[in-house]
């Protein structure tokens, strides 16, 4: 991830400084101004299109990575909720339910949160849930005061892995790559286009455009870091699974 943002910001720094040098060695300046009148109004349009995309993808990526990051909460709740209504049942099933939950929450947090970096799942974690909901599903409530509590905590179950499955296919999907493919062609174009200026100072010229492009690169490599919001050093960390489980433990 850290290459290919030092790539993107190097291909894009790189080209206004080769694009212009080529240009100005085989048209000459008089004649690039000449054209100015013309290329301006093409570029403030064109400009205007790949601004209006590149904003919207922008805010659609971190608009996922917030919500990729509030159903990692969510998920973690409802394991503090299902441990707190498991109150409501006999010493030796509070017990069992804390051993248990305890073990997965580790194994999220130790071997599934490093998968999902790369789009993966834990088989451990897999395994612990299977038997979590066997260990549920075989209890028998005894009162009334344990069949509220039981009906609770299934459907907070129920709902963690909902989450849990939400989280997986988080960590395995992002944009499009023809969506990609549109950004970086779009991207290439706009700072292409200002090598076709006519400017007296080609200082000035080498300036102006290489502040597009780094505006242009820095955009990108947003979205590429929101992208995959388990991946990368802007990604989720489990804290949310971390403080659940410091609250069993303590409890």
Not at 42 to 61: D, E, H, P, Q
């Amino acid at each position: 991830m850290a290459l290919l943002g030092i790539g993107i910001l190097l291909f894009f720094l790189g080209i206004p400084t080769v694009g212009i040098l080529l240009v100005r060695r085989f048209v000459p300046v008089s004649r690039l101004r000449a054209h100015n009148d013309v290329a301006g109004p093409i570029f403030a349009t064109l400009g205007v299109i790949y601004a209006v995309l590149l904003a919207f993808v922008v805010i659609v990526s971190w608009q996922n990575f917030d919500r990729a990051q509030m159903n990692v909460v969510a998920e973690a709740n409802n394991y503090a909720n299902i441990y707190r209504n498991s109150a409501g049942f006999d010493e030796a099933f509070r017990n069992e339910v804390k051993k248990r939950m305890d073990a997965y929450l580790r194994a999220v947090i130790d071997d599934e949160w490093p998968r999902l970096g790369a789009g993966g799942r834990s088989p451990l974690v897999q395994e612990l849930a299977a038997g979590f909901w066997l260990f549920f599903g075989s209890y028998e409530p005894r009162t009334e005061r344990e069949k509220i509590f039981y009906a609770e905590a299934v459907s907070q179950m129920n709902e963690a892995g909902e989450y849990r499955r939400q989280r997986l296919v988080d960590a395995q999907t992002g944009i499009h790559p023809m969506l990609w493919a549109i950004l970086l062609v779009g991207g290439l174009i706009t700072v292409v286009f200002t090598c076709f200026f006519g400017s007296e100072t080609l200082g000035t010229q080498l300036i102006m455009t290489s502040m597009l492009a780094l505006l242009i690169a820095m955009s990108l490599l947003t979205i590429l870091m929101l992208d995959h919001p388990f991946t990368g050093r802007v990604s989720i960390p489990p804290e949310a699974f971390m403080q659940v489980l410091s609250y069993i433990s303590g409890s």
